[in-house]
């Protein structure tokens, strides 16, 4: 079984920032690619930002140059920092991750509860 833990959410005014933080516990060997997807009310899920191979990022249009994804490898963490937030950014940010599992050997995506952004003034 493997966890996926996120944390900082909150509200937060139009211009404002926030760090969201997702921790990933249990039985992996590795995580292949792990970042954060958001779902606002009445749309789909969507990518926001993550890692593939290696240190390679992947970020969405409406993001760049405004959210930044890091991570701490030996902790299983993965961070957000979200600067000049938008009304429109309001949204469930989900933590993901496709980890290759310990007993199987197997890849497996996970996710997160979600943790709420809102951006309100």
């Known amino acids: 079984q493997v966890q996926l833990v996120e944390s900082g959410g909150g509200l937060v005014q139009p211009g404002g920032s926030l760090t969201l933080s997702c921790a990933a516990s249990?039985?992996?060997?590795?995580?292949?690619?792990m970042g954060w997807y958001r779902q606002a009310p009445g749309k789909e899920r969507e990518l926001v930002a993550t890692?593939?191979?290696?240190?390679?990022?992947n970020y969405a249009d409406s993001v760049k140059g405004r959210f930044t994804i890091s991570r701490d490898n030996a902790k299983n963490m993965v961070y957000l920092q979200m600067n000049s937030l938008k009304p429109e950014d309001t949204a469930v940010y989900y933590c993901?991750?496709?980890?290759?599992?310990?007993?199987?050997?197997?890849?497996?995506?996970?996710w997160g509860q979600g943790t709420q952004v809102t951006v309100s003034s």
């Open positions: 249990g039985r992996f060997t590795s995580i292949n690619a």
């Open positions: 993901n991750a496709n980890v290759r599992l310990e007993y199987t050997n197997s890849n497996y995506i996970y």
């Open positions: 890692y593939t191979s290696g240190d390679s990022t």
